[in-house]
């Protein structure tokens, strides 16, 4: 009787999943929503994914929680973009005890410079170029075959299928392009998260704010811009999901260039809105520019 007992209670001390026979999901810990889209496509339902940074959220000015500092000791694989865009990470690593190998999703990427107040740095934002959301698939297929080789073929598989989406994309995003003049792919943007886009796919993005959005741009930056917004006859400004508007819409009335609509920058939208996944943003952001840059006769 009494070994029963011990048996029962052992048993309640075990997860749900291997009580039922079913295998344990892989914890994975993103930094942010964009990396946790990647993960779903490459890791399917072989990974119970927490992310830290959430739907419209910015990762700039994030704050972590105790509540966070749990999820990544608990993970067997932590997944970052690197590049300077989570400067709260490795502390929060550190503090949690977290033993997780770490993925560096730009690992391999060709980083460019980018200006914060007057100095040069690094650019974060690389998953604006397809080309570079390519190879961060590829690092979490690998990141994920390396925690569970007994499912690496599976990770291959669903990667392989999301990169042939991606190429997809890639000829879309091409093509809404050419339909746009090439004297209005020019636009304002609130910070200067564009910079891999505009290189890959010929636009120029100007932004009052630098690589990071918690930068507060001064009175004479702002009229500085307004005045190139005017002396270039840049058609418009654009919002973006994660900035207040207050700054652009005071750009636009003081300039005269029309706000063309709402980007998606460092973040996805909520399930409910218009870009949950990476290629609904690629694909969203594309269309606003084609709806506001191209003559309408």
């Not at 190998?101 to 200006?115: D, H, M």
Request: charged fraction near 25%; aromatic fraction near 6%.
């Amino acid at each position: 009787m009494r070994m029963k007992s011990l048996l029962a209670a052992v048993l309640l001390l075990l997860p749900l999943s291997a009580r039922a026979g079913v295998p344990e999901k892989l914890r994975v810990v993103a930094s942010f929503s964009i990396l946790a889209d990647f993960l779903r496509e490459v890791g399917g339902d072989k990974v119970e994914i927490k992310m830290l940074v959430g739907a419209n959220g910015d990762a700039h000015v994030f704050q972590p929680s105790p509540t966070d500092a749990q999820s990544l000791k608990k993970a067997r694989l932590i997944v970052v973009n690197g590049l300077g865009l989570e400067g709260w990470m490795t502390r929060l690593i550190a503090a949690s005890g977290a033993t997780a190998p770490v993925v560096v999703a730009t690992k391999g990427v060709i980083a460019r410079e980018g200006e914060e107040d007057g100095k040069k740095g690094v650019d974060p934002h690389a998953w604006q170029s397809i080309a570079n959301a390519k190879i961060y698939v590829a690092n979490i297929r690998e990141g994920l075959a390396a925690v569970d080789p007994a499912d690496s073929d599976y990770f291959k598989t669903r990667a392989d299928k999301f990169l042939a989406r991606l190429d997809a994309t890639e000829r879309q995003v091409r093509a809404g392009i050419a339909e746009i003049p090439e004297n209005n792919r020019r636009i304002v943007t609130t910070h200067d998260a564009f910079g891999y886009f505009g290189a890959a796919y010929g636009f120029q993005f100007i932004a009052p704010i630098g690589l990071s959005s918690d930068a507060e741009p001064s009175a004479r930056d702002i009229a500085k811009l307004i005045a190139q917004i005017r002396r270039e006859r840049v058609p418009a400004v654009f919002l973006e999901n994660i900035s207040d508007p207050r700054l652009m819409t005071r750009i636009s009335q003081e300039s005269g260039a029309k706000i063309g609509g709402s980007l998606f920058s460092d973040a996805l939208s909520s399930g409910e809105g218009p870009a949950p996944t990476y290629i609904d943003m690629m694909t969203h952001n594309i269309e606003e520019l084609k709806r506001a840059l191209i003559p309408h006769s």
